[in-house]
């Protein structure tokens, strides 16, 4: 019995050290794959942060490309009204003129 029971320990000793070994194997291999992924994940956060940036530069550009042309337009309305307001202005002033250089009622 005692050599029955000294096989077990030893069988027991062997199978504790394979089972530690394969552990430390595997813990290798997934903290190896954990550091591709995480490489891949900060990467991939990069380029998207890089893709955000551009786009937040385009649209910037095209926000100020937007308030030039709206602020052109506005001048152009602008100076529309005034040159309307100014041959209305004039055409009174004739109006006035015909009127007052015309036949009077007797």
């Known amino acids: 019995m005692t050599s029955f029971s000294s096989a077990l320990v030893i069988v027991l000793i062997l199978a504790y050290f394979m089972v530690a070994i394969i552990r430390f194997i595997l813990n290798r291999r997934v903290a190896k794959k954990t550091r591709e992924y995480e490489s891949m ?20 550009e095209s926000m100020q490309m937007i308030n030039q042309e709206y602020s052109k337009l506005m001048k152009s309305m602008s100076d529309q009204h005034q040159e309307d307001v100014h041959l209305m202005m004039n055409r009174l002033e004739e109006l006035k003129s015909k009127q007052a250089g015309g036949p009077q009622p007797s």
């Open 41 to 60: 994940v900060m990467e991939k956060m990069a380029e998207m942060q890089d893709d955000l940036q551009d786009r937040a530069k385009n649209l910037q």
